[in-house]
């Protein structure tokens, strides 16, 4: 009998605790067995079966009874029943139905039927700015937002209430649950979104890994989805975005379409193609006013600290810092700086990690001994790449590189500072990124740099992953008002990014349709072709769309005049300065240039007017440039086919369509 009670306790408690459905369900079993059983005995003492109900459901209605409805004690000991058994509890368990549903509501825990809606997975620091994004364009003003997260739901809606207030006009849920479980992104209705941010949290140790484990459970899930979902994953690490360069395929599976987004390459083009710092204020441009084919000076960019920032921030300047006072003899090459202590192993992992790119670049360490004498060291490009032509030591690139040993607060680095500042306007521009991992230090080295960087107000971007709040005081006053903090994770997503992801698909649309463009058709239809394009050539085509102002400016055109066009002058210009462009990007995503002996020998075939030779030279190509990422036209601009100066005009010439 006592296992029985016991088996009955614990099989009551289990269905109990299930929920709402479960208790109403045992409120009716429970009514249902009273009332049986006070029928039956209410029959026997003469009370009307109807007036048992009566008195269960409402015991107040004992007060109307009398000795012609039965038995008054066996009408008060149901009234008592009703009372306890039925009244009592019911109310209980609907306001602890109440009550719980709240605190589920508090704690994310209920679940929706969504459609069409925008998931955003994860509450990490860059959720402010994703969700700002999502609210400025009209076509959200109707859909559901939902933020799932590990984090506590109350918290992360309380804190998103309070920073974007305008959010509570809008129908957005907090929800509990682990991103990286099918079950847990089916339960969010992720198949039926219309776009899918995979955020991550803050202070994730193994941060990449999980988004990407996110990303493939996705494709569980969404792998039969009705309809496209557009969904962006975020990275930290460079080397993450690596990994996508060499798939054959753009990454995306069925109709869930990936964009990845670098989270320290999002900032740095925040900072030097977006330019957007706050409230309508610009970041200054690298080139200033633009750099045009007579100019004496470049661009010069010292990046203090060699960190993933640092690196994002050079590759980003490498991939826009191209103009026409390099061609026809000019030599004036972008020259890229990094200064940091100790820094000769963390040169040789650069050059390493790039070292398709370094084999054609001129770089320089530069070191100093205890008195002061140079014990640095050139690193000229290979000869074989380079071919008899005019060569000034330092190869066809249009960027050269710096490695400085030596901290920011030595004498020797300030002097050199010094002397970059002395020639600011003249032969060069500088500009100047603090890149350092620790925020208080970059703050200490923004502030105490030589005093002639602030008085030639030179720009320096400080990188702050936090708050910026400590250079934006300070930036206030005269002396510090051309400091810019960059790369608050808060902030470090690229609001324009949406805006520069279409011209990428533009730019593409154009290169699909060179010879053939008549006018850019709308946005819409572009995205079938590009999410079928490799991944690289995705980049390609965004790093592309990135350098379109900067060229623009080269030769005096303005993007907020839509209605100009190129002369034939300004496009024979631009299309040396975008075949310099591609020369970096393509050693920038791993390819690699042939010898000069074997760029001469495909030249000669393809010019060839034997078909056969022709098409053995095209096959032979083709599958260098898939298999080992070789391509003969990473090359002198002179020394490329007339067809290939072609294409590259064909391109220039429609560039402005791209930016209308």
């Known amino acids: 009998m006592r296992r029985l009670n016991r088996k009955f306790l614990q099989f009551f408690d289990r269905s109990f605790y299930r929920g709402n459905w479960a208790q109403y369900l045992w409120i009716v079993v429970i009514f249902a067995i009273t009332s049986l059983l006070w029928v039956g005995l209410g029959a026997f003492f003469k009370v009307d079966s109807w007036r048992v109900v009566e008195l269960m459901l409402d015991p107040g209605s004992f007060a109307g009874s009398d000795e012609e409805s039965g038995n008054m004690w066996i009408q008060f000991l149901v009234t008592l029943t009703g009372a306890v058994v039925f009244t009592s509890f019911i109310i209980n368990v609907i306001g602890n139905s109440l009550s719980r549903r709240l605190e589920s509501f508090s704690r994310g825990q209920v679940r929706y039927r969504f459609q069409n809606h925008v998931l955003i997975l994860g509450s990490n620091a860059m959720l402010l700015n994703i969700i700002r994004s999502v609210l400025k364009d009209p076509a959200n003003k109707e859909r559901d937002i939902v933020i799932f997260t590990k984090r506590d739901a109350e918290k992360v809606r309380e804190f998103v209430f309070s920073r974007i207030p305008e959010a509570s006009d809008f129908n957005l849920y907090v929800l509990y649950g682990d991103r990286t479980i099918p079950a847990s ?13 995979i955020l991550g949290e803050d202070g994730e140790e193994m941060h990449d890994a999980l988004n990407l484990e996110c990303w493939s459970s996705l494709k569980r899930v969404c792998g039969e989805a009705p309809r496209p979902i557009n969904c962006f994953l975020v990275l930290e690490r460079l080397s993450s975005e690596h990994v996508f360069y060499y798939k054959s395929d753009s990454g995306s599976f069925g109709n869930l379409r990936l964009t990845v987004i670098n989270e320290l390459e999002n900032a740095a083009q925040r900072v030097l193609v977006s330019r957007d710092y706050e409230d309508g204020i610009p970041y200054p441009a690298l080139d200033r006013n633009g750099i045009d084919r007579d100019s004496k000076a470049t661009v010069h960019l010292v990046i203090v600290g060699m960190t993933q920032m640092s690196y994002a921030m050079a590759m980003t300047a490498a991939h826009i810092c191209h103009f026409p006072n390099f061609s026809k003899g000019g030599n004036k090459r972008t020259k890229i700086t990094f200064v940091s202590e100790n820094i000769r192993q963390e040169m040789d992992f650069f050059r390493g990690h790039f070292s398709n790119l370094m084999d054609l670049s001129y770089a320089r360490y530069i070191s100093w001994d205890s008195e002061g004498n140079d ?21 066809f690139l249009d960027v050269e590189w710096e490695f400085i040993d030596g901290g920011i607060e030595s004498e020797r680095v300030r002097g050199y500072l010094v002397k970059c500042a002395e020639a600011d306007g003249k032969t060069e521009y500088l500009s100047i990124a603090v890149c350092n991992h620790e925020p208080e230090t970059n703050v200490a080295v923004a502030l105490y740099l030589p005093s002639l960087i602030y008085e030639k107000d030179i720009p320096i971007f400080v990188y702050q992953k936090s708050s910026g709040e400590v250079l934006k005081t300070a930036k206030r006053s005269d002396r510090f008002a051309h400091i810019y903090p960059f790369g608050m994770k808060s902030e470090c997503y690229d609001m324009q990014y949406r805006e520069r992801l279409k011209r990428a698909k533009r730019i593409s649309y154009l290169y699909d349709h060179t010879y053939d463009f008549v006018a850019m058709p709308d946005d819409k239809s572009l995205d079938d072709s590009w999410f079928k394009m490799q991944y690289a050539f995705q980049q390609s085509n965004l790093y592309s769309a990135n350098s379109i102002p900067v060229k623009l400016r080269s030769v005096g055109v303005e993007v907020e005049m839509p209605y100009q066009s190129l002369s034939e002058d300004q496009v024979e210009i631009l299309s040396e300065v975008e075949h310099n462009r591609w020369n970096m990007e ?35 190509h083709n599958k260098k440039k898939k298999t080992l990422f070789q391509n003969k036209d990473i090359a002198p601009y002179d020394e490329l086919l007339e067809g290939s100066k072609d294409y590259d005009r064909a391109i220039v010439r429609n560039i402005i369509d791209v930016m209308r």
Do not use: C, N, T
């Not at 209705?189 to 941010?197: K, L, M, N």
């Not at 014990?375 to 190869?395: I, N, T, V």
């Open 185 to 197: 992104l089916s339960s969010v209705e992720a198949q039926e979104a219309e776009s899918i941010y």
């Open 375 to 395: 014990q640095g060291k050139e690193y000229k490009p290979l000869q074989k790449f380079l071919g008899p032509h005019a060569y000034d030591g330092k190869g």
């Open 586 to 620: 393509r050693l920038l995503v791993g390819f690699k240039a042939f010898d000069y002996e074997e760029r001469m020998d495909f030249k000669a075939r393809f010019e060839s007017k034997d078909d056969e030779v022709k098409k053995e030279a095209k096959d032979e």
